[in-house]
């Protein structure tokens, strides 16, 4: 997935996760790349933009509701990732959730 998620009228809910990665890959593009997998596969889920650079990480996943991102933060496979980011991955992360009530779109 990449560009600016087709998300849907609003109202809808936005995660953004904020993170300073430690150095090194160590496991963390291939589980990257398995959770937007499987985070796509769940209910409620409604798209994703995210940019890194060498110093920071930003990832907005969007979704339906409170308990479709509730589900997902529950999943089995998404917190054997949390954990591993917790331990290994990250120097520090923050993580917001925000109730998207407006949006605007511009295209060329």
């Not at 998620?5 to 904020?18: G, L, N």
């Not at 963390?28 to 499987?38: A, I, P």
């Not at 969007?62 to 990732?81: C, D, N, R, T």
């Not at 954990?83 to 925000?98: H, M, P, T, V």
Request: charge should be negative; include cysteine; charged fraction near 30%.
């Amino acid at each position: 997935m990449s560009g600016i998620a087709k998300t849907p009228e609003p109202p809808y809910y936005a995660v953004i996760f904020a993170s300073q990665r430690t150095e090194g890959d160590k496991g963390y593009g291939r589980m990257s790349d398995k959770m937007v997998e499987l985070a796509s596969q769940q209910k409620g889920f409604l798209g994703l933009e995210s940019a890194k650079d060498e110093e920071l990480g930003i990832t907005v996943s969007y979704w339906e509701s409170l308990e479709s991102i509730k589900e997902w933060k529950e999943h089995s496979a998404h917190q054997v990732a949390q954990d591993k980011g917790k331990s290994e991955w990250y120097q520090n992360f923050a993580l917001r959730i925000c109730k998207v009530e407006r949006d605007r779109f511009f295209e060329m």
